[in-house]
Structures are given as C-alpha cells and as structure tokens.
C-alpha cells in the first residue's frame, strides 16, 4: 500500500516502510483513518446441521453468517471461525475477531483439543478405540493420537467420544468409518477450555476477557 502511494501521515505521503510511528494518529488509507488494533475477542457458537462454515457458497446453502445475524451480541463486529464444522456436523464453533490468534488455535503445533460425540452404527470394540491412542493411517494419511472411548451402546448403535489436537478434514467420521461405522450424528462438544454445554442451538456467547486471557497464557507463544 506504501508502494501504491496509498499511505499517508498526515497531509504527507508515506514513501517507505522504515517509517517510524509513535501512534497511529494521523495515518490514513486511501484517506481513512488507520484505528488502532481492536482488543482480541472470542465468542462460543452453537452451530447447527445444514450450515457451511464459510461467508458465501457457491451453492446457495445457507451459510453460519446466516444464523450469526441474529445470535451474536450488539456490537460483535465481523468475526472469522476458529477452523471448520462440515456441512452436517453441529456443534461448538468458536469465532474471533483477531486472524493472527485464529491461526494460532488453527495449526497442529499448537494442539488444542478439540472432543466430539458420535453416534455411530455398526460394530466396534472399546480396545479397537483405544488403539487410537497411537494413532492410525488411512489411504496414505496419518492421523495423530485419538482418546477414544464407547459412551454407551445400545445394540449396534452407540455414541462415542474422541477427543483429538490435530483437527484434519473429516477426520473423526474418516477414522470412525475405517473402523466399519457409519457415522449419523456428529457433535462437536469441546475445543481447548471450553464447553458446548446447554448452549442453545443457534446461539453465541461471548466468552469472558478473563478466560480468554488464560487460556491464552496456556498457548505457546501467546500473548497474555
């Protein structure tokens, strides 16, 4: 933007980047005022099947924006999603307004855990879930260790719970699926500290500057 002479201090023209600031005051873009940095936020939302984690589809399904109109509080501004839940997976979503924070909690490194309950048909064993711990390759991909285990189990139906840090594209119905299940309800249930819990469905929250602290203080790297 600097090369583009779009950068200004002032009445006059910012030439280079080695450019010392003490504030932002009086740095405008294309004539706009430069704010500082808004304090990182963090909201808890209940996403609901049937809708894309993303702002637009290409296919006209409706997307979480749709809903966020409505459940966000006053004053939310725009937010990004904390990584994806899949067209028909629901459950806790969490949305920041800080990108850099966004894909700190999104990269493997960081390993947050993120659970999920699965109801599932077909036949499994609670030391098949277990041997998860170690991980497992499907088709050339390796999925890192799982914390698998059986809910409960109600004839060839039962619900499961895994938790996982690495959060790959499908991965818990992938896994659940090279395990001979087939996998009807997918709830995402936990990501890092937080919980779903009665959140209602459709609803966000704003989680509070004093949890967001310190579960940032928990990242490595992360700014307190």
């Not at 307004?97 to 109801?119: I, S």
């Not at 959060?167 to 990501?191: A, D, F, P, Q, T």
């Not at 819990?197 to 700014?223: N, Q, Y």
Request: no cysteine; proline share 5%; charged share 30%.
């Amino acid at each position: 933007m600097i090369a583009e002479g779009r950068v200004r201090l002032g009445e006059d023209l910012i030439e280079t980047p080695a450019t010392v600031l003490t504030s932002l005051n009086g740095v405008t873009v294309d004539g706009k005022p430069v704010k500082e940095a808004e304090a990182t936020r963090l909201f808890a939302f209940h996403k609901p099947a049937g809708l894309i984690t993303a702002e637009r589809d290409p296919a006209g399904r409706p997307t979480i924006y749709t809903a966020l109109r409505n459940a966000l509080p006053a004053g939310a501004g725009r937010v990004m999603p904390v990584g994806r839940l899949d067209f028909s997976t629901e459950g806790l979503l969490l949305l920041t307004n800080d990108g850099e924070f966004k894909r700190q909690l999104e990269l493997p490194a960081t390993g947050v855990p993120r659970t999920y309950r699965a109801r599932a048909f077909g036949d499994v064993t609670q030391k098949q879930l277990e041997d998860l711990i170690d991980g497992i390759e499907i088709d050339g991909v390796r999925y890192g260790k799982i914390n698998a285990n059986m809910e409960r189990k109600t004839g060839r139906n039962q619900w499961i719970e895994m938790t996982l840090t690495e959060g790959k594209n499908r991965e818990v119905r992938r896994v659940l699926e090279h395990l001979g299940l087939k996998v009807s309800r997918l709830i995402r249930v936990g990501y890092g500290p937080f919980a779903l819990d009665e959140l209602p469905k459709g609803s966000a929250v704003e989680i509070a500057t004093r949890d967001l602290e310190a579960f940032r203080r928990t990242l490595g790297g992360a700014k307190a």
